[in-house]
């Protein structure tokens, strides 16, 4: 526990665990509501449709190859352009360097939604996960991603076989608890993918509204927390 007797779980703060479990979960309802409306085609999952690149090249498929690229092109562009906004606010030296990107992830999903092209939608939807995976990538200086899982889980093995040889018992239960951390990372994940996919074939693509006031709340935590808290 630091020495200002705040509690702490792995580490982190309960307002950074909360956080990065809330941007994991959305990830997770866009990606699956991105798959279905696309007919398979991942806006976060760059694994995914790499694998998918390799595998219809290799069965000489060339257009859908291609389409394949094109969320892996946006969705670096996205972070190219998340990690200029913070860049660029930093030598500004201002303090809330999170907001900016999360309200452009949210136009960029609300156009995600109104757009019909099909190409279109997947362009604006893998930029729109590529800002929010550059936007918010450390938590207490552990580094995370939220709009992918699988860094987390070899981080969760990493952590959890760091536990069982540790000998300090204070950096065991640490190790311990990032572990069920990251853990909780990729269920997060998982539980936004079941979100996503029933209420899309409840309701269709405007599911993604409902992510809205999640998004807008993250961005009010950042511009109104006390630095340092």
Same mark, same amino acid.
């Given at each position: ?14 307002? =950074? ?6 941007? /994991? ?56 352009? @998340?990690? /200029? ?66 860094? @987390? ?17 204070? =950096? ?33 693509? @405007? ?23």
């Amino acid at each position: 526990m630091p020495a200002n007797g705040e509690r702490r779980f792995g580490g982190l703060r309960p307002s =950074e665990v909360s956080e990065a479990l809330l941007l /994991t979960l959305i990830a997770g309802f866009i990606d699956a509501v991105g798959f279905l409306r696309l007919g398979g085609i991942y806006i976060a999952n760059m694994s995914g449709n790499s694998v998918a690149i390799g595998i219809h090249s290799a069965s000489g498929v060339w257009a859908e190859a291609g389409e394949r690229c094109l969320p892996v092109v946006f969705y670096v562009a996205g972070l190219i352009v @998340s990690r /200029t906004m913070i860049h660029a606010e930093r030598e500004r030296r201002l303090e809330k360097v999170s907001v900016s990107p999360l309200i452009l992830e949210m136009i960029l999903l609300f156009l995600f939604i109104r757009v019909a092209p099909r190409n279109l939608a997947i362009g604006l939807g893998a930029f729109a996960m590529g800002v929010q995976a550059a936007a918010i990538t450390r938590f207490n200086q552990i580094p995370v991603h939220t709009a992918f899982v699988t860094g @987390s889980l070899v981080k969760m093995a990493d952590r959890l076989v760091a536990g069982t040889r540790e000998k300090d018992p204070v =950096e065991r239960k640490l190790a311990f608890q990032q572990s069920t951390w990251f853990l909780g990372l990729w269920i997060a994940y998982v539980l936004g993918a079941i979100g996503g996919a029933g209420a899309f074939q409840n309701r269709g693509v @405007s599911v993604v509204y409902w992510t809205f006031p999640l998004l807008a709340a993250l961005a009010a935590f950042h511009l109104f927390r006390r630095e340092g808290g």
